[in-house]
């Protein structure tokens, strides 16, 4: 049966899930200010290159890295065009489609990613690995693992909110927003996730 919540009752689960709100805006905060004192990115810059890295070609429709960096398409759009003047990603059409512009790294960008890898690997495992033991690791990955797929689907039947690329193309229309389901990701898809969680996924050699 569904669980009945009483209001202005912190249950467990709300105790928990505050916990866990305040602990990723911890952690982004720190991770982002470790990324900027020491590789002069900052964090949502770091998921872009790595979000850009692993994509099909190193490129990514514009408007497709909201989902990544939860910023409102000008909000990244302000962003592309600080990494472009820094070198680290380049705009180009996409081959089909002349109106639809992408991101793509670039070989500069690249070169930063594999720098900042390691001072990002050192905040995960500091400020939060540090924590927790292998055991209490896995427990914690395999809860998350079970809540994130329900808010996933949550999500996709009500239309609230951005939708990840690849979870799914949001349609406007007469009767409100709805979610068409889109292809099942695989393993090399690209990581995807809020700037705080995102970017554990080693950039590899190139």
């Known amino acids: ?16 899930f505050r916990e866990v709100m ?4 911890a952690l982004r905060r720190l991770l982002d200010r470790e990324l900027r004192e020491e590789r002069g990115l900052s964090l949502s810059e770091y998921v872009v290159l790595l979000t850009l890295r ?3 070609g190193g490129s990514l429709p514009v408007g497709a890295l909201c989902g990544e960096v939860q910023l409102t398409r000008s ?13 680290t990603v380049e705009r180009m059409a996409a081959p089909r489609d002349r109106r639809t512009v992408r991101a793509a790294i670039t070989a500069h960008g690249r070169d930063e990613l594999r ?5 990002h690997r050192r905040g995960i495992e500091q400020h939060f690995g540090a924590s927790l033991s ?12 079970r809540v994130v797929p329900e808010i996933r689907l949550t999500t996709e039947l009500v239309g609230v909110g951005a939708v990840p690329p690849g979870e799914g193309v949001v ?5 409100g927003r709805r979610t068409r389901p889109s292809p ?19 950039p590899p050699a190139d």
Do not use: H, I, N
Request: charged share 35%; hydrophobic share 35%.
């Open 1 to 16: 049966m569904p669980r009945t919540f009483m209001a202005g009752v912190d249950t467990p689960q709300v105790e928990a």
């Open 22 to 25: 305040r602990a990723e805006d």
């Open 54 to 56: 692993y994509a099909p």
């Open 75 to 87: 909000g990244v759009t302000r962003l592309v065009d600080r990494m472009e003047a820094a070198g």
């Open 115 to 119: 720098k900042a890898w390691p001072v």
């Open 134 to 145: 292998d055991a209490e690791a896995a427990t914690l990955r395999d809860l998350l693992r």
């Open 171 to 175: 349609d406007r229309g007469r009767q």
């Open 184 to 202: 099942v990701r695989s393993d090399r898809d690209p990581p995807r996730g809020r700037s705080g969680v995102s970017g554990t996924r080693q």
